[in-house]
């Protein structure tokens, strides 16, 4: 029986990955070892076709929707050497599956003139049990041979070697992570996208940060790379993930950031991209890294801006770190030397330098069960920022975003919230024109009648998340179902 993991069942099947996920945990889907098998699939999924891919195509639009590009030189195809490559690889295994199949139609063939040559005059039951199979035989060859040329199970192995064409699955050892390397971005890069945190530095194949080993698969190198790998490294299987793309699917085993702790502190001179007005105490700022010095940190955490005449400011990320070189942040007018720049005629181009990243309000990517995130005034910052990750790494079984906000520009990023509602069939979006935490659980009682088996992510003053968070445990959720971040700190 074949096994497919859950990423590409997922696509197979025109469903998110946390619709397998969900499948799962109800009981519907069985997994071995991380993978589930295909006659499983087709059980639960038995409209699976090669011709109707609008289930997947949709959820490719989602994400490519909500979630920023990390570049924009990537290719539908891969290179012509990766895709002569795969195609190859695709034919060796072709011809032995059809070697398979001539010598296992020999086979029939033999069998079936062994039966016919069986010698008659056998006493009693024997003779009538033998006629029998002889009659079988021949029915069953004639069944095959006029069977319809495809099932369910071609189908979906046909869908799947398309897939293998355009795109190559890369699986994370220890940690189980797995993600698709498409086009023509390197394994870095796609796992950047996927939202997964692999080590790297300088991302141009200077530093060797991004070292890992390919434990089975077939890899290509993309471009040449500065930093020396010893002869006993490329024997071992060592390759750069910045300069190294994927045949084949891959088993990789390569280090991850799986915690705050495991992210290095980071400095870089970054330069101010954009600056867009959205109301007159309110701006946004587009801050980006150069291309060898991408941020390395996880959604909901904050950085210290700092401007060239030393104004500063620690804020939070409002983007994804699926793109870790362009950096988004709401600024609003205050009393402080940071804020009187940038409302005072700062532009593009200049200077910043971004240090950090710090704190430790991230996502639980080890619970997949609904999560509500609860935004409160600016705290739609981090907020977004776990939402859009959630988005990218498509764990999350179903998401609710409740944000109340009484400042007079209301809620800014509403346009965003209501293009993921329309957009994803477990994405709610409710906005308030109240903060107070009476309000805000009235509203979550009205949507949830059981909030004992979500779990919460509260953002904002620190009065108001300390007020929700205390109701939400008078109403019986667990304190460590909770993780907050106050935003005026």
Same mark, same amino acid.
């Given at each position: 029986?074949?096994?497919? #993991? ?27 070892? /991380? ?23 949709? =959820? ?22 990766? $895709?002569? %490559? ?12 059809? #070697? ?5 139609? #020999?086979?029939?063939?033999? =069998? ?5 040559? $069986? ?11 033998? #006629? ?7 029915? %069953? ?30 699986? @994370? ?20 996208? %996927? ?7 300088? +991302?141009? /194949? ?26 006993? !490294? ?41 600056? !867009? ?21 996880? +959604? ?55 240090? /950090?990243?710090?704190? %430790? ?23 977004? *920022? @776990? ?36 957009? $994803? ?34 953002? /904002? ?22 993780? *907050? ?5």
């Amino acid at each position: 029986m074949g096994y497919l #993991s859950l990423s590409r069942a997922a696509r197979l099947a025109g469903v998110t990955r946390a619709e397998i996920q969900r499948r799962i945990r109800r009981g519907d889907l069985e997994t071995f070892e /991380g993978a589930v098998a295909i006659q499983d699939l087709l059980l639960l999924y038995p409209a699976v076709s090669l011709h109707d891919d609008e289930a997947l195509l949709r =959820v490719e639009r989602i994400k490519s929707a909500a979630v920023p590009k990390s570049h924009h030189a990537d290719t539908i195809l891969p290179s012509p050497e990766v $895709l002569v %490559a795969r195609l190859r690889g695709l034919s060796a295994t072709l011809v032995e599956r059809m #070697s398979a199949l001539t010598a296992t139609e #020999s086979l029939l063939d033999e =069998v079936g003139a062994r039966l016919r040559d $069986l010698p008659g005059g056998y006493p009693g039951p024997s003779a009538a049990a033998i #006629s029998a199979l002889q009659a079988w035989f021949a029915q %069953a060859r004639l069944a095959l041979a006029e069977r319809p040329t495809t099932d369910q199970k071609a189908q979906l192995l046909a869908k799947d070697t398309f897939l293998r064409i355009m795109a190559a699955n890369c699986k @994370l050892i220890p940690s189980g992570h797995d993600f698709f390397v498409e086009g023509a971005e390197s394994i870095l890069d796609a796992s950047v996208r %996927a939202g997964l945190k692999l080590g790297y530095g300088c +991302a141009s /194949g200077n530093c060797g940060e991004c070292k890992a080993r390919v434990l089975s698969g077939e890899v290509a190198r993309t471009r040449d790379h500065d930093y020396v790998l010893s002869e006993r !490294e490329k024997q071992l299987g060592y390759i750069l993930t910045c300069s190294t793309t994927a045949v084949t699917d891959l088993v990789l085993e390569a280090a991850e950031a799986l915690s705050v702790q495991d992210l290095p502190r980071q400095e870089i001179r970054a330069s101010l991209r954009k600056l !867009e007005p959205l109301a007159p105490d309110l701006v946004s700022l587009n801050v980006q890294t150069p291309r060898t010095h991408t941020l390395r940190f996880m +959604a909901g955490q904050r950085v210290i801006l700092t401007l060239e005449d030393g104004a500063s400011r620690e804020l939070p990320i409002a983007s994804c770190p699926c793109n870790g070189r362009n950096l988004w942040f709401y600024v609003r007018r205050g009393t402080d030397a940071f804020a009187a720049a940038v409302f005072g005629g700062l532009h593009a181009g200049q200077l910043i330098k971004v240090t /950090g990243p710090q704190g %430790a309000f991230v996502l639980r990517e080890d619970a997949p069960e609904p999560a509500v995130f609860i935004a409160i005034g600016d705290g739609i910052a981090p907020v977004k *920022s @776990l939402i859009e990750h959630a988005v990218s790494i498509d764990l999350i079984e179903s998401f609710h975003l409740y944000w109340g906000t009484t400042y007079p520009e209301g809620h800014y990023q509403s346009r965003w919230g209501r293009a993921l509602t329309d957009a $994803l069939d477990n994405f709610s979006f409710t906005p308030l024109t109240s903060d107070a935490a009476a309000d805000l659980i009235a509203a979550l009682q009205t949507d949830h009648a059981d909030l004992s088996g979500l779990r919460f992510y509260l953002a /904002g003053p620190a009065a108001a998340v300390r007020a929700s968070a205390a109701a939400l445990g008078a109403l019986g959720v667990a304190q460590e179902r909770m993780a *907050s971040e106050y935003t005026d700190t």
